[in-house]
């Protein structure tokens, strides 16, 4: 028993590392894609501003999701959704902090 549970966590392990966001593939997407040249344009300040200004908009890890999935396809910049849950994670992990899903 101990051993079947043990055989199951080494083979499961590489999988929940494989799908896991990548916060640091998410930082390489947003520098990619220039997101910070336009949100700077528009909410003047240190790169960031736009996240954490005083009314902005994302109040949670779904709202972060579809609110990155929403610029995505509004700039037709044709993320695949993986390249979105990293960019989701990026953000997260540096402005918005909210807590794991
Ligand atoms: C052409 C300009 C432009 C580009 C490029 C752009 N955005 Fe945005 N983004 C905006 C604007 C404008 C808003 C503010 C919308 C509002 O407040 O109604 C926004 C808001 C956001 C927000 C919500 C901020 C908040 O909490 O209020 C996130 C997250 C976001 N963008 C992510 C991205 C990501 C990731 C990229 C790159 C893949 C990107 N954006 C590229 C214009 C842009």
Request: hydrophobic share 45%.
């Amino acid at each position: 028993m101990k051993v079947a549970a043990t055989a199951c966590l080494v083979l499961l392990l590489p999988m929940i590392a494989a799908a896991a966001p990548n916060a640091a593939e998410g930082r390489k997407l947003v520098e990619a894609n220039h997101c910070e040249a336009c949100h700077q344009g528009k909410f003047s300040g240190p790169v960031g501003t736009i996240y954490l200004r005083k009314d902005h908009k994302v109040a949670n890890w779904a709202k972060l999701k579809s609110q990155v999935a929403m610029c995505n396809s509004q700039l037709n910049l044709s993320l695949f959704p993986e390249d979105e849950e990293n960019i989701a994670a990026f953000l997260n992990a540096t402005y918005y902090k909210f807590p794991a899903k």
